[in-house]
Protein backbone atom coordinates (compact mmCIF):
# COMPACT_ATOMS: atom_id res chain seq x y z
CA UNK A 1 0.00 0.00 0.00
CA UNK A 2 1.68 3.51 -1.21
CA UNK A 3 0.62 6.03 1.40
CA UNK A 4 -0.45 9.42 -0.66
CA UNK A 5 1.86 12.33 -0.56
CA UNK A 6 1.07 15.99 -0.46
CA UNK A 7 3.74 18.15 -1.51
CA UNK A 8 3.78 21.64 -1.87
CA UNK A 9 6.48 23.75 -3.41
CA UNK A 10 7.00 27.39 -2.16
CA UNK A 11 9.18 28.23 -4.60
CA UNK A 12 10.63 31.61 -4.36
CA UNK A 13 7.41 32.78 -2.01
CA UNK A 14 7.60 33.67 1.77
CA UNK A 15 9.66 34.83 4.35
CA UNK A 16 11.27 33.27 7.35
CA UNK A 17 8.36 35.07 9.07
CA UNK A 18 5.55 34.17 6.89
CA UNK A 19 6.68 31.01 6.94
CA UNK A 20 5.72 31.06 10.72
CA UNK A 21 2.71 32.62 10.33
CA UNK A 22 1.59 29.62 8.02
CA UNK A 23 2.57 26.66 10.74
CA UNK A 24 0.86 28.71 13.24
CA UNK A 25 -2.32 28.93 11.57
CA UNK A 26 -1.92 25.23 10.68
CA UNK A 27 -1.20 24.00 13.42
CA UNK A 28 -3.27 21.17 14.96
CA UNK A 29 -5.05 20.34 11.46
CA UNK A 30 -2.26 19.10 8.99
CA UNK A 31 -2.57 15.82 10.57
CA UNK A 32 -4.44 13.33 8.17
CA UNK A 33 -4.59 9.72 8.94
CA UNK A 34 -2.80 8.10 6.40
CA UNK A 35 -1.64 10.79 4.06
CA UNK A 36 2.20 11.74 4.18
CA UNK A 37 2.26 16.38 4.24
CA UNK A 38 5.37 18.16 3.28
CA UNK A 39 6.43 21.69 2.27
CA UNK A 40 9.14 22.60 0.33
CA UNK A 41 10.08 25.68 1.24
CA UNK A 42 13.00 28.72 0.43
CA UNK A 43 16.13 27.47 2.28
CA UNK A 44 15.45 30.90 4.03
CA UNK A 45 12.83 29.48 5.92
CA UNK A 46 14.10 25.73 6.40
CA UNK A 47 15.46 25.93 9.94
CA UNK A 48 12.35 28.41 11.30
CA UNK A 49 9.94 26.01 9.47
CA UNK A 50 11.09 22.58 10.81
CA UNK A 51 11.12 24.09 14.45
CA UNK A 52 7.61 25.62 13.98
CA UNK A 53 5.72 22.61 11.96
CA UNK A 54 6.72 20.09 15.39
CA UNK A 55 4.01 18.20 16.06
CA UNK A 56 1.55 19.50 12.84
CA UNK A 57 2.71 16.21 11.01
CA UNK A 58 4.21 18.19 8.31
CA UNK A 59 7.69 17.34 6.91
CA UNK A 60 9.81 20.09 5.54
CA UNK A 61 11.49 20.26 2.20
CA UNK A 62 14.20 22.02 0.07
CA UNK A 63 13.65 22.83 -3.44
CA UNK A 64 17.39 21.83 -4.44
CA UNK A 65 20.17 20.23 -3.07
CA UNK A 66 24.05 19.69 -4.47
CA UNK A 67 25.74 16.79 -4.93
CA UNK A 68 28.55 17.76 -3.02
CA UNK A 69 28.96 17.64 1.05
CA UNK A 70 31.08 20.85 0.83
CA UNK A 71 33.16 22.97 -1.58
CA UNK A 72 33.92 25.73 -3.93
CA UNK A 73 30.25 26.15 -5.18
CA UNK A 74 29.01 29.55 -4.19
CA UNK A 75 25.16 29.56 -3.80
CA UNK A 76 24.55 25.97 -3.42
CA UNK A 77 23.52 23.62 -0.56
CA UNK A 78 24.21 20.28 0.35
CA UNK A 79 22.81 17.35 1.95
CA UNK A 80 24.84 17.67 5.17
CA UNK A 81 23.49 20.93 6.07
CA UNK A 82 19.87 20.55 5.31
CA UNK A 83 19.95 17.25 6.84
CA UNK A 84 20.65 19.02 10.37
CA UNK A 85 18.18 21.52 10.43
CA UNK A 86 15.75 18.48 10.32
CA UNK A 87 14.87 18.68 6.48
CA UNK A 88 13.06 15.10 5.66
CA UNK A 89 12.67 15.82 1.55
CA UNK A 90 14.16 17.67 -1.27
CA UNK A 91 12.24 18.54 -4.73
CA UNK A 92 14.98 17.90 -7.62
CA UNK A 93 15.03 18.70 -11.32
CA UNK A 94 11.40 21.02 -11.30
CA UNK A 95 10.86 22.04 -14.76
CA UNK A 96 11.88 25.83 -13.25
CA UNK A 97 15.27 24.44 -12.66
CA UNK A 98 15.76 22.89 -16.30
CA UNK A 99 14.16 25.85 -17.67
CA UNK A 100 16.02 28.60 -15.67
CA UNK A 101 19.32 27.25 -14.08
CA UNK A 102 20.51 24.75 -16.88
CA UNK A 103 19.91 21.54 -15.04
CA UNK A 104 20.06 18.29 -17.03
CA UNK A 105 19.33 15.00 -16.55
CA UNK A 106 22.77 14.41 -15.62
CA UNK A 107 22.70 16.72 -12.55
CA UNK A 108 19.47 15.56 -11.63
CA UNK A 109 20.84 11.80 -11.75
CA UNK A 110 23.82 13.31 -9.02
CA UNK A 111 21.53 15.10 -6.85
CA UNK A 112 19.05 12.28 -6.24
CA UNK A 113 22.23 10.50 -5.33
CA UNK A 114 23.12 12.74 -2.80
CA UNK A 115 19.69 12.95 -1.26
CA UNK A 116 20.24 9.22 -1.35
CA UNK A 117 23.20 9.94 0.59
CA UNK A 118 22.42 11.99 3.68
CA UNK A 119 19.06 9.58 4.08
CA UNK A 120 16.69 12.45 2.25
CA UNK A 121 13.63 11.58 0.13
CA UNK A 122 14.04 13.21 -3.23
CA UNK A 123 10.79 14.44 -5.08
CA UNK A 124 12.35 13.58 -8.83
CA UNK A 125 10.70 15.58 -11.58
CA UNK A 126 10.29 14.67 -15.05
CA UNK A 127 7.59 16.03 -17.27
CA UNK A 128 7.13 17.24 -21.29
CA UNK A 129 6.62 20.43 -22.80
CA UNK A 130 3.64 21.97 -24.94
CA UNK A 131 5.97 21.18 -28.16
CA UNK A 132 6.81 17.88 -27.23
CA UNK A 133 3.40 16.98 -26.46
CA UNK A 134 1.96 18.08 -29.09
CA UNK A 135 4.33 16.55 -31.07
CA UNK A 136 3.79 13.31 -29.56
CA UNK A 137 6.11 12.71 -27.22
CA UNK A 138 5.05 12.90 -23.84
CA UNK A 139 6.10 9.36 -23.31
CA UNK A 140 9.67 9.92 -24.94
CA UNK A 141 10.50 12.62 -22.67
CA UNK A 142 9.14 10.94 -19.60
CA UNK A 143 11.27 7.90 -20.49
CA UNK A 144 14.53 9.73 -20.95
CA UNK A 145 14.38 11.85 -17.75
CA UNK A 146 12.87 9.16 -15.70
CA UNK A 147 15.20 6.33 -16.48
CA UNK A 148 18.30 8.96 -16.28
CA UNK A 149 17.47 10.32 -12.94
CA UNK A 150 17.69 6.70 -11.27
CA UNK A 151 20.51 5.61 -13.05
CA UNK A 152 22.76 3.67 -10.69
CA UNK A 153 20.39 3.73 -7.61
CA UNK A 154 19.67 0.59 -5.50
CA UNK A 155 16.04 -1.33 -5.87
CA UNK A 156 15.42 0.08 -2.14
CA UNK A 157 16.47 3.79 -3.38
CA UNK A 158 14.40 3.61 -6.02
CA UNK A 159 11.33 2.14 -4.15
CA UNK A 160 11.89 5.01 -1.11
CA UNK A 161 11.94 8.11 -3.56
CA UNK A 162 9.07 9.80 -4.78
CA UNK A 163 8.68 11.11 -8.35
CA UNK A 164 6.68 13.52 -9.81
CA UNK A 165 4.96 13.72 -13.03
CA UNK A 166 4.54 17.36 -13.95
CA UNK A 167 3.72 18.15 -17.12
CA UNK A 168 5.41 22.21 -18.21
CA UNK A 169 2.16 23.20 -19.77
CA UNK A 170 0.24 22.97 -16.66
CA UNK A 171 2.63 24.44 -14.14
CA UNK A 172 1.43 27.97 -12.64
CA UNK A 173 -1.33 28.12 -16.03
CA UNK A 174 -4.84 26.83 -14.26
CA UNK A 175 -4.71 24.32 -17.78
CA UNK A 176 -4.18 20.82 -15.33
CA UNK A 177 -3.77 17.69 -17.21
CA UNK A 178 -6.99 15.65 -17.23
CA UNK A 179 -6.86 13.06 -14.26
CA UNK A 180 -6.98 10.20 -17.10
CA UNK A 181 -4.08 11.72 -19.65
CA UNK A 182 -2.21 11.82 -15.61
CA UNK A 183 -2.78 8.60 -14.82
CA UNK A 184 -1.97 7.10 -18.01
CA UNK A 185 1.68 8.79 -18.52
CA UNK A 186 1.96 8.09 -14.63
CA UNK A 187 1.33 4.31 -15.06
CA UNK A 188 3.74 4.21 -18.16
CA UNK A 189 6.64 6.03 -15.66
CA UNK A 190 5.95 3.04 -13.54
CA UNK A 191 6.36 0.42 -16.44
CA UNK A 192 10.06 2.31 -16.71
CA UNK A 193 10.54 1.69 -12.90
CA UNK A 194 9.64 -1.59 -12.98
CA UNK A 195 12.16 -2.42 -16.07
CA UNK A 196 15.26 0.03 -14.94
CA UNK A 197 14.67 -1.44 -10.97
CA UNK A 198 12.12 -4.09 -10.84
CA UNK A 199 8.39 -5.24 -9.76
CA UNK A 200 8.67 -4.61 -6.19
CA UNK A 201 10.52 -0.90 -6.46
CA UNK A 202 7.71 -0.08 -8.68
CA UNK A 203 4.99 -1.35 -6.78
CA UNK A 204 5.85 0.75 -4.04
CA UNK A 205 7.59 4.11 -5.24
CA UNK A 206 5.02 6.75 -5.32
CA UNK A 207 4.38 8.88 -8.60
CA UNK A 208 2.95 12.08 -7.86
CA UNK A 209 0.73 14.08 -10.20
CA UNK A 210 2.05 18.03 -10.60
CA UNK A 211 0.44 21.10 -12.23
CA UNK A 212 -2.62 23.19 -11.37
CA UNK A 213 -3.53 20.84 -8.42
CA UNK A 214 -6.25 23.08 -6.52
CA UNK A 215 -8.68 21.92 -3.77
CA UNK A 216 -11.29 21.73 -6.23
CA UNK A 217 -9.59 18.97 -8.30
CA UNK A 218 -7.46 16.76 -6.05
CA UNK A 219 -9.87 14.10 -5.32
CA UNK A 220 -10.16 13.41 -9.29
CA UNK A 221 -6.14 12.78 -9.42
CA UNK A 222 -6.62 11.06 -6.07
CA UNK A 223 -9.37 8.67 -7.62
CA UNK A 224 -6.96 7.24 -9.87
CA UNK A 225 -4.85 4.15 -9.52
CA UNK A 226 -1.60 5.06 -10.25
CA UNK A 227 -1.66 8.65 -8.66
CA UNK A 228 -0.73 8.83 -5.28
CA UNK A 229 -0.61 12.50 -4.53
CA UNK A 230 0.56 15.79 -5.38
CA UNK A 231 3.24 18.12 -5.97
CA UNK A 232 1.34 21.45 -5.41
CA UNK A 233 2.76 25.24 -6.29
CA UNK A 234 0.36 28.20 -6.33
CA UNK A 235 -2.64 26.33 -4.12
CA UNK A 236 0.00 25.41 -1.19
CA UNK A 237 0.53 28.93 -0.16
CA UNK A 238 -2.63 29.56 1.68
CA UNK A 239 -3.15 27.80 4.83
CA UNK A 240 -6.60 26.84 4.01
CA UNK A 241 -6.14 25.53 0.66
CA UNK A 242 -2.98 23.42 1.80
CA UNK A 243 -5.27 22.15 4.57
CA UNK A 244 -8.07 21.23 1.69
CA UNK A 245 -5.46 19.21 -0.07
CA UNK A 246 -3.99 17.25 2.43
CA UNK A 247 -8.04 16.62 3.64
CA UNK A 248 -8.49 15.89 -0.05
CA UNK A 249 -5.61 13.33 -0.64
C1 LIG B 1 4.84 23.24 -9.08
O1 LIG B 1 5.39 24.27 -8.71
O2 LIG B 1 5.46 22.18 -9.07
C2 LIG B 1 3.45 23.31 -9.52
C3 LIG B 1 2.86 22.20 -9.90
O3 LIG B 1 2.85 24.54 -9.50
P1 LIG B 1 1.25 24.82 -9.62
O4 LIG B 1 0.56 23.90 -8.68
O5 LIG B 1 1.12 26.26 -9.24
O6 LIG B 1 0.88 24.54 -11.04
Not at 12 to 22: G, L, S
Not at 38 to 56: D, F, H, M, Q
Not at 131 to 158: I, P
Not at 223 to 238: F, N, P, Q, R, Y
Given at each position: ???P?I???????????????????V??QAAVEGV?S???????????????????G?????????????????????????????????????????????????????????????????????????????????????????????????????????????????????????????????????????????????????????????PN?IK??M????????????????PASYLQLVEGA
Open positions: MRKIAGNWKMFKTNKEAAAFAEEKGEVICAPYTALATLVEAVKGTIQVGAQNIHWEDNGAFTGEISGEMLKELGVTYVIIGHSERRQYFGETDETVNKRTKAAFKHGLTPIVCVGEKLEEREAGRTKDVCREQTVKALEGLSAEQVAQAVIAYEPVWAIGTGKSSTAEDANEVISYIRELVKEQAGAEAAAAVRIQYGGSVKNEYAKEDIDGALVGGASLE
